[in-house]
């Protein structure tokens, strides 16, 4: 699918999309616990992703049969189900598709074969599981996916003996393990943080209460924040369903906002960013990086260069991301420099063309927000990327006052 973006984004007010981070987690504890997960809405492709590879563990904790179960391009899902099944001792097939087939979890199997999880895996994107987890101590580098450590932290307590975490290093995304202890802790599973990783008691039992909701999601959101600080002076937009108190680290959005010198407001659960004098800012990404792709129509406006360290994982996305940032950017006329430390070089306003996905919904999301900052339409190819985590974006697009048209 191409979408053609007629014309920016011109403000008005949005509802956050549930946030799949929150939403999987919830979906597994639920599952854990022996419940169904009835407040989660599911629309977007990952969380679909992880309420079956949720249910596919409820169904073994029930005594029924598992052979195989998908989970898309679900990264977050992968990296729960692959220790909870080993956890629960069962010998089965995990799909994984598309980019997820690339992506590297060496590090992570071989840590799970270390204590007794077989692992074959195929060129097809197919792993095979089976053996059992057995408690001790779990050493993971802190430069990796901080979902690996989640997937412990689920699944450990699920065995009969006490176990160790230990983290080599500053862990990057650690706002996301706070969310996963967050979850827990609601669960009825209290982790215990070390120094340096954490301790996780075993035979304990998960026990959500009902009736808990997804909160909003501020990565989405971010695209919508940035977009808004860099349309015409005057106009605003409004995100609600968003929880001021979350511990999603993409909040960090609201800090980056108000260093660039955009106006933030925020009441209840709602942020309202208006447009201003930007200026470009230095800022370490490396906890959150979902929000590079998001910063960038707001660093082209802004006076000064805008520098975005600690990226390097992003190459391990569903594109290389500072590569597809970078390709879109000199289509339309933009221009970075650098690699692990991005260097976005501001320009009041690139020309437009037509540029792709990559098939990768946050460089979708970018690139629409795009037209903020061009003098002509911006065409995008492999737009459908958006519904792996926001299919409704095209929709709140249109609901913010912009026109787009859809081709084949």
């Not at 419940?35 to 596919?56: H, M, R, W, Y």
């Not at 998908?70 to 598709?97: H, Q, Y």
């Not at 120094?195 to 909160?215: A, H, L, M, N, Q």
């Not at 003098?375 to 409704?392: C, G, H, I, M």
Request: aromatic share 6%.
């Amino acid at each position: 699918m191409n979408v053609t973006l007629v014309t920016p984004i011109r403000g008005g007010e949005i509802t956050a999309p549930e946030s799949k981070s929150h939403a999987v987690r919830l979906a597994f504890s639920y599952a854990l616990s022996g419940k169904t997960p009835d407040t989660i809405k599911g629309e977007s492709f990952d969380v679909q992703a992880g309420l079956k590879c949720a249910e596919a563990v409820r169904a073994v904790m029930e005594g029924r049969p598992v052979d195989q179960v998908s989970c898309r391009e679900s990264a977050l899902s992968f990296r729960m189900l692959l220790p909870l099944m080993g956890a629960l001792g069962v010998s089965m097939d995990i799909v994984t598709e598309g980019s997820l087939k690339g992506r590297t979890s060496k590090v992570f199997t071989d840590v799970l074969q270390e204590h007794g999880v077989r692992i074959g895996q195929s060129e097809t994107g197919l792993y095979r599981i089976s053996g059992g987890l057995a408690p001790g101590t779990y050493r993971l580098p802190g430069n990796v996916s901080s979902q690996f450590v989640t997937g412990l932290l689920f699944a450990l307590p699920l065995l009969d003996g006490d176990s160790r975490i230990e983290i080599d290093g500053p862990l990057e995304s650690e706002p996301y393990v706070r969310l996963t202890l967050d979850v827990l802790q609601k669960s009825g599973i209290d982790i215990e943080e070390t120094d340096g990783g954490y301790f996780v008691r075993g035979s304990r039992k998960y026990s959500i209460p009902d009736g808990i909701t997804p909160e909003g999601d501020w990565s989405a959101a971010a695209f919508w924040f940035f977009a808004g600080a860099s349309m015409d002076t005057g106009r605003k937009v409004m995100v609600k369903g968003l929880n001021p108190n979350t511990l999603q680290g993409d909040k960090a959005v609201l800090d980056i906002l108000g260093h660039m010198g955009a106006e933030v407001a925020v009441r209840d659960d709602s942020v309202t960013v208006s447009a201003g004098n930007l200026k470009g800012v230095i800022t370490d990404m490396s906890q959150t990086p979902d929000l590079v792709p998001a910063i960038v129509p707001a660093a082209i406006r802004a006076e000064g260069i805008t520098v975005l360290r600690g990226i390097s994982r992003l190459r391990l996305k569903e594109s290389d991301r500072p590569k597809a940032i970078s390709h879109v950017l000199a289509e339309l006329g933009g221009r970075t420099e650098g690699s692990d430390n991005m260097l976005v070089i501001p320009r009041q306003r690139l020309k437009g063309g037509t540029v792709s996905s990559f098939g990768d919904h946050r460089i979708a999301m970018m690139a629409a927000c795009l037209r903020t900052v061009t003098e002509r339409q911006v065409k995008l190819t492999e737009a459908e990327a958006v519904a792996k985590s926001y299919p409704e974006f095209f929709g709140d697009y249109a609901q913010l006052g912009g026109k787009l048209e859809f081709t084949k």
